[in-house]
């Protein structure tokens, strides 16, 4: 298969003008492309400067090339990213100002110290504990300020599980059955919390939902029957 396309490559010399938009000098036409490389072209155009690649032969092509780009300029366009949202924080702009190291590498390297006294455990609980409290501490304060309610079910659900964390850690030695508890704990939690991935909502709707939904219902006899209840003799 390559090696009939690199015969092909010999005897042809395309020119490309943009990322996958090649032409043939002699007969001025553009080849033929698929649908999947040209969702893929606008991909990299909207997304990553890679550099472009000198032919546009077929699909197995495009994509070996694509598999083939270098793991360093990933890492740079994720570490630019992580500037750009960092940038948002003026304390962190002068800070870099001040000891003139990147604001994205400071941050990268204090999120690897933390990860690494949690992995050994040297104040892993600690540690887990506070980061499972400040940054979701941060967005359920942020979400009783605000008049929406599609941010409740990520919240309560989080703290519920925090603190199922808490009642197991306080009645069975989970270190001494399971020595990288902490590091679970702390990978699991920040699934959980962050908006990225929206762990405790997948926890509500995957488990908690189909098991317990029946006995909250609107007009059962459990929460709202309570409420109800409770309603009516204070009236």
């Not at 887990?128 to 008049?147: C, D, K, Q, R, W």
């Not at 459990?222 to 409770?230: C, E, P």
Request: charged share 10%; proline share 6%; glycine share 6%.
């Amino acid at each position: 298969m390559f090696h009939s396309a690199h015969s092909a490559l010999n005897k042809c010399t395309v020119h490309c003008h943009s990322a996958w938009t090649c032409f043939d000098p002699e007969s001025h036409k553009r080849p033929p492309q698929s649908k999947l490389i040209a969702h893929i072209a606008a991909f990299l155009d909207s997304s990553i400067n890679l550099p472009l690649p000198p032919f546009h032969l077929n699909d197995h092509i495009a994509l070996q090339f694509i598999a083939m780009s270098s793991p360093q300029e990933r890492v740079q366009h994720y570490i630019g990213q992580l500037d750009r949202e960092l940038a948002k924080y003026p304390t962190l702009i002068n800070l870099e100002k001040q000891t003139s190291v990147p604001k994205a590498y400071a941050f990268l390297g204090l999120v690897t110290l933390y990860f690494f006294f949690i992995v050994f455990n040297l104040g892993g609980q600690l540690l887990t504990n506070f980061a499972g409290f400040v940054i979701p501490g941060y967005y359920s304060l942020e979400a009783l300020f605000t008049t929406t309610q599609n941010d409740d079910t990520q919240w309560l659900t989080y703290w519920v599980v925090f603190a199922l964390f808490t009642v197991v850690e306080s009645l069975v030695s989970v270190v001494y059955w399971f020595p990288f508890y902490y590091t679970f704990k702390f990978v699991f939690l920040l699934w959980l919390a962050l908006p990225t991935f929206k762990g405790a909502v997948f926890v509500f709707r995957s488990f908690l939902q189909p098991t317990l939904g029946r006995y909250f219902q609107e007009g059962g006899s459990t929460a709202s029957g309570l409420r109800a209840k409770a309603g009516a003799h204070t009236e």
